[in-house]
């Protein structure tokens, strides 16, 4: 909790941080503040120092865009609460490693990372979420990269994107839209780089999930 007054310029830059994740979804780099304030970049680092000593903010050194706020100035009570709503309806789902966006990789590594998200984006149904190593969704958005939220389920309808394990669930997997075909199922991907992968044997493929959202990171 934040017990020690802010000095004018204190409480400026608190509030240009507030306002920077409200229009941008993140907060800015020191760099940004030492921008918009004309300081130099050891006098905006030094500015970040003390609203940290006073207990206004966190930082996280290890990255760059690490500010986290603690307390809300006066006249901002509307956006305490709203962080609070926020933080009281998320939910943490598995981040099980890599899925192939190219050629079918590993299967699935599990992991003890978390991804967080919103939990009115996953009403009921069981989750993962899935770090991108590849470019062959790329004509759909799907960047190297990218996070992609999927739902658990071993079914999946014409034209959704799947997350497909081919040879069992030990063998290969991959990300890709689901066409099927009579007793064939094609695995296709949107980058016109890469072939269809055509399954004849069913047997050989197994759905872990269809992909609902996709986060990127912005930095």
């Known amino acids: 909790m934040a017990t020690r007054k802010l000095t004018a ?27 918009f304030f004309k300081f130099t970049v050891k006098g905006a680092y030094d500015h970040l120092l003390a609203l940290e000593r006073k207990g206004w903010i966190d930082r996280d050194t290890k990255h760059s865009r690490g500010i986290l706020i603690k307390e809300f100035p006066p006249g901002l009570e509307h956006l305490q609460m709203r962080r609070e709503l926020i933080k009281s309806d998320i ?9 192939a966006a190219g050629e079918p990789d590993a299967a699935i590594a599990s992991s003890d990372e978390k991804f967080v998200i919103g939990g009115d984006y996953l009403p009921g149904e069981e989750h993962f979420a899935l770090k991108v190593n590849g470019d062959s969704m790329q004509d759909v958005g799907i960047y190297f990269g990218d996070i992609v939220i999927v739902r658990k389920q071993q079914t999946a309808r014409n034209g959704e994107i799947v997350v497909a394990l081919i040879d069992g669930i030990e063998s290969e997997a991959t990300l890709k839209r689901f066409v099927k075909k009579g007793n064939t199922v094609i695995l296709h991907p949107e980058n016109e780089s890469y072939e269809d992968i055509k399954i004849d044997d069913l047997s050989q493929l197994q759905i872990n999930g269809v992909v609902i959202g996709l986060y990127r990171p912005m930095s």
């Not at 310029?9 to 030492?34: H, K, V």
């Not at 939910?91 to 899925?99: F, H, K, Y």
């Open 91 to 99: 939910r943490a789902i598995p981040l099980v490693g890599r899925i």
């Open 9 to 35: 310029r204190q409480e400026q830059i608190l509030r240009f941080i507030i306002d920077y994740i409200q229009d941008y979804e993140r907060p800015p780099t020191i760099r940004d503040i030492a921008d």
